[in-house]
């Protein structure tokens, strides 16, 4: 049996430019799939040419065993699609295009009004059914966008960056119904810009950088092989050659802002007072220590070089 | 339910799904546009301030200028220019919303459905027509309050009616076409001017005869001219079927171009997209 989403060698190009250069992946029945990078990595142009809106310029995309050029229709049949922004037309109340959502999908005017009721009540938004969505807020939103991809019960649902902009509260509340939609059986391919919601969420993931994939996997198993605890010490900028002649016996230098030595910690956290010793008899200042478990944004840095900018959560997002 | 296969260019759901399919979002151009009071409250003002200066200041004008015989009143004179005009302003709105769908990204959602791409178009081409005979019916109630009579009774008013909803489909395909060649409501919010000075230059306001020269000969191969006429007759003089049917010809052809083109221009930004 085929799976929910195989892609072999999906390439788009954009005139000269290269935006998804080869992606092969493989997404699993029931299973979230975290699909991060950075803005411009060429996320959202695989997930548009998954959906049907965007046509390969070369290699095979099979979403729901259907073939998303020779097939498109199908797989429009098949999936559901939140795009990034939750694009909602503010004049219509949530209600009316539940239902109209419902009706492009070949519901019946009956049925799409009894599952509009189910799915409103679901993502907690009955009592504002009736008002026009302009009126909502941006988590509101998002849980209206998400009951309309659910609309005709699709076995994929493509999740395009659901919580950027969203307060904690809301963003938790979208996650615990993404998970229980998943429990239910239903294949998530969730894009994110988020290292944390990619942890929390994900089964497996999918690193993209310059529209290829740099690492996959399972977060645990590719944070593991990342290794090291990474210690970084804030110093004076003079000190900044003293302070990392320092810690070079403790472990290899690891991507840091400009003040800071980083590395990552050879021999575990235990090392720690040793290795800040070492800066105390180097005569080396310290400013500041941050001591770090492996995270998914070293799996990043690790294969890229590079930090994922933006990738942390924001403390606040917009109202609820 | 059955699915019917018929290719990608088409998504596969058989016709009946897609008339239902035109049916909902024809009713989500109409909500949209009624929800907008100040898309469609000026269409419905503008008219009415003109028509109502001109009656003030030129009311006695039908009793000598040449080309008003039989007018017994400029309003009668006036409720077809006044109706083309709503719905020539009005009909923008079917390519702006169009142009707003796509620069926001409920286009992008319309077609990662299985909605038929020519249910996308009929739709809001359905809404502004819809919404033309809803323009038509105001003028007719509203100038009738004001003494204003259709000589070819009800029939004529009917055929007003059918006229806006035709003229609607002119104006609405044209804007549809430039919303989705441009993507930018701009650029349809600037096709304003051009159907004011296609309006004005033809015999809406003033019959061709009491124009003179270059004026005149373009306001005579104005097809608003032609359209208008033909209305205007069942309006001052009464019911005549022969030019009821060339002025809706008239627009049932541009209507039919303009669709062509909406459409060529739906198929050219899904080809570019894809």
């Known amino acids: 049996m085929s799976h929910p989403i195989e892609v072999e060698g999906l390439v788009r190009r954009f005139g000269d430019i290269v935006a998804v250069a080869g992606v092969d992946l493989v997404v699993k029945q029931g299973e979230i799939f975290g699909f991060l990078g950075p803005n411009g990595a060429g996320k959202t142009t695989v997930v548009r040419m998954l959906t049907t809106l965007l046509r390969p310029s070369a290699g095979v995309a099979r979403v729901a065993g259907h073939d998303v050029v020779s097939a498109a229709g199908a797989v429009r049949r098949s999936i559901g699609v939140a795009l990034q922004d939750a694009a909602i037309d503010p004049l219509m109340t949530g209600r009316e295009l539940v239902r109209l959502q419902a009706v492009l999908h070949g519901i019946s005017r009956t049925e799409a009004d009894r599952r509009g009721d189910v799915l409103l009540e679901r993502v907690g938004l009955s009592l504002a059914s009736q008002r026009r969505v302009g009126t909502y807020s941006g988590g509101m939103r998002r849980r209206l966008d998400l009951a309309l991809a659910l609309v005709h019960e699709p076995s994929v649902l493509f999740l395009d960056e659901p919580t950027t902009g969203l307060d904690p509260t809301s963003r938790r509340a979208l996650w615990d119904e993404v998970r229980r939609l998943n429990h239910e059986g239903t294949t998530v391919f969730l894009t994110t810009q988020y290292l944390e919601e990619a942890d929390v969420l994900a089964g497996r993931i999918a690193i993209i950088d310059d529209g290829r994939i740099v690492r996959e996997g399972d977060p645990k198993v590719l944070k593991e092989a990342v290794g090291d605890y990474r210690l970084q010490v804030t110093v004076a900028p003079h000190q900044l050659p003293v302070a990392r002649q320092a810690l070079a016996a403790f472990g290899e230098p690891r991507p840091s802002h400009e003040t800071a030595v980083a590395i990552g910690l050879r021999a575990g956290p235990a090392t720690v007072s040793a290795a800040l010793r070492a800066l105390e008899d180097a005569g080396v200042p310290v400013e500041q220590v941050e001591l770090d478990a492996p995270s998914l944004d070293d799996v990043f840095a690790e294969a890229t070089g590079r930090r994922l900018e933006g990738a942390s959560i924001p403390d606040e997002g917009g109202p609820e | ?274």
Do not use: C, H, K
């Open chain 2, 1 to 274: 339910m059955a699915v019917v296969v018929v290719g990608e260019r088409d998504v596969g759901f058989g016709a009946r799904v897609a008339l239902e399919q035109g049916r909902a979002l024809g009713l989500r151009s109409i909500r949209g546009t009624l929800r907008q009071p100040q898309v469609w409250l000026p269409g419905l003002l503008f008219p009415i301030f003109i028509a109502a200066v001109n009656t003030s200041a030129m009311g006695r004008a039908v009793e000598f200028l040449p080309g008003f015989d039989g007018v017994d009143s400029l309003l009668d004179f006036l409720l077809v220019a006044s109706i083309t005009q709503s719905v020539l302003f009005g009909g923008l709105a079917a390519g702006s919303d169009t142009a707003t769908d796509i620069q926001t990204g409920f286009f992008d959602r319309l077609l990662a459905s299985p909605v038929s791409r020519t249910s996308i178009l009929v739709g809001r081409l359905m809404g502004a027509s819809v919404t033309g005979a809803l323009q038509a019916m105001v003028f007719i109630v509203l100038y009738g309050a004001f003494g204003a009579r259709v000589a070819a009774g009800v029939p004529g008013g009917l055929l007003l009616i059918a006229y806006a909803m035709v003229l609607a489909l002119v104006i609405g395909g044209f804007a549809a076409m430039l919303a989705l060649r441009t993507g930018s409501a701009e650029a349809v919010q600037n096709m304003f001017p051009l159907t004011f000075i296609v309006l004005f230059v033809s015999s809406a306001f003033f019959p061709t005869e009491s124009m003179e020269g270059a004026y005149r000969s373009i306001a005579s191969y104005n097809p608003v001219t032609w359209m208008v006429d033909g209305m205007r007759y069942q309006v001052i003089v009464g019911l005549d079927w022969s030019r009821a049917a060339g002025s809706l010809l008239v627009a049932a052809g541009l209507a039919a171009l303009a669709i062509f083109g909406a459409n060529m221009a739906l198929r050219a930004r899904l080809r570019r997209a894809t």
